[in-house]
């Protein structure tokens, strides 16, 4: 079968894709597809105070721009060390053979706002206490007002015998490491669908960035196998530290994915935990809560780690003290003001936020302007007044050319925010969005423009 990695969606009408590229474009002008955000208050304030943002990521430098137009006199220093920003939510594109991996990657640089000094290190002590953070290199850096934006730390060690430089060998895949494992599971995933046989897909229980790339990863795998003509001789199961015909946070969500699954011969397997992998033997162990451990041969196996705080916050006074966000050293946040309960002068923006939900590029592109607003609004002497609703978005494929577009919010109550698109049908236009439209908007939201 001829390689599909740098194939346009499939083809529809002329006159069709026109009306549905001029639907999206009127839908990203109005701040659609990833939810309206409160327009930037026209206003600047004066000050003399230094911020420092923690983390060069979507959050990040998305709050950096919006800071700088708002603020007259402020001090903005980012520290982070990342040269090359990724435009993760493209992951599952590169990895699925639907993208190439230069469509992920771009430059830092390119996007830091004029006058911003970039301290290139990464954070590796927060002292709240001081109102400084300590470099990887020993710089101490003193600030009035903090904006943590950190991400979060994939956490491949709890998987005994994982090596994130394999991947792409012996049938391992991993979408979340970085762009290049992202090619790499494309590799992998393009060698077993032309053969067919047994794909074991995970997910673990616990927080985690993008929750719906390990069911877009299955689909993908199930739609490959199907375009090889090798799905009736394969397998696909899914094994997940979940509860029983849980695989999503949110049921209506959940229940139209484990139906959809059904349909295709996809077999679960609940509270099972990835806990080792032997990659050169193809095998994968599992454990229950009891402790009963069970050995699974896979021909294609698409690890997701479990996921935390990084550890600068994971080990700081602004990480959860309890709680459920506790364990994971959560970043503490007022889940509507995005600000610290104990620190006034500390926000946070992000993955790395211990919130209820939230960890997507919409979220950033909605909770981005309330940050700013409301410690624009501490720093001017008053009360946060913006309040974010958690806003989470997922367009999720399906197949190669359908997708539906998923928005939700803290309550799980689902949130559309275009007319066209219903939230629970799979569409071409919920596909063309993710395709072709979210990475402009991605773009404008990383510049503070949206």
Same mark, same amino acid.
């Given at each position: ?315 700081? #006074? ?128 990383? #510049?503070?423009?949206?």
């Amino acid at each position: 079968m001829a390689d599909r990695s740098s194939l346009p969606p499939p083809a529809v009408d002329a006159a069709r894709r026109r009306w549905l590229q001029g639907l999206g474009a009127a839908a990203l002008a109005a701040g659609g597809t990833v939810a309206a955000a409160p327009d930037a208050r026209a206003r600047t304030t004066k000050t003399n105070a230094h911020i420092v943002i923690a983390g060069s990521g979507l959050g990040g430098i998305a709050v950096a721009n919006r800071l700088a137009r708002q603020l007259d006199g402020a001090k903005i220093t980012i520290v982070d060390a990342k040269q090359e920003h990724n435009y993760q939510p493209g992951y599952t594109l590169v990895a699925t053979g639907v993208w190439p991996i230069e469509k992920i990657r771009d430059r830092n640089a390119d996007y830091l706002p004029a006058g911003a000094e970039w301290v290139q290190e990464m954070v590796a002590e927060f002292d709240p206490d001081a109102n400084a953070v300590v470099t990887t290199g020993g710089r101490r850096i003193g600030y009035d007002y903090l904006v943590v934006a950190t991400g979060l730390h994939l956490d491949y060690a709890q998987i005994e015998g994982m090596d994130v430089a394999a991947i792409g060998t012996n049938g391992l895949g991993s979408v979340y490491a970085s762009p290049q494992a992202a090619q790499a599971t494309w590799r992998a995933m393009d060698a077993f669908r032309r053969q067919g046989g047994h794909a074991v897909m995970t997910l673990p229980a616990g927080p985690l960035k993008c929750a719906g790339a390990p069911l877009k990863m299955t689909f993908m795998v199930a739609d490959r196998l199907r375009q090889a003509g090798t799905l009736g001789k394969s397998q696909v199961d899914f094994f997940t530290g979940l509860p029983t015909d849980t695989v999503f946070g949110v049921k209506v969500v959940n229940d139209a994915v484990l139906k959809r699954w059904d349909a295709i011969g996809v077999e679960r397997h609940h509270l099972q935990k990835l806990v080792a992998v032997d990659i050169g033997a193809r095998k994968a162990t599992f454990a229950s809560p009891e402790g009963e451990k069970t050995e699974v041969g896979y021909d294609f196996l698409h690890v997701v780690p479990p996921m935390r705080a990084t550890d600068a916050v994971k080990h700081s #006074k602004l990480a959860w003290q309890e709680g459920p966000m506790a364990p994971g050293g959560w970043l503490e946040v007022d889940k509507v003001t995005l600000r610290h309960p104990r620190y006034p002068n500390v926000f946070g923006i992000g993955d790395i936020n211990g919130t209820p939900r939230g960890k997507t590029a919409a979220t950033v592109k909605k909770s981005a302007p309330i940050v700013v607003h409301n410690l624009v609004e501490v720093i001017a002497g008053r009360e946060p007044d913006d309040e974010f609703d958690g806003y989470t978005s997922c367009p999720l494929i399906v197949r190669e050319g359908s997708a539906m577009l998923i928005e939700f919010d803290y309550e799980g109550r689902l949130t559309p925010s275009l007319p066209m698109i219903e939230p629970l049908q799979e569409s071409y236009m919920a596909w063309l969005m993710k395709y072709s439209m979210l990475k402009p908007a991605y773009v404008a939201v990383l #510049k503070g423009r949206v």
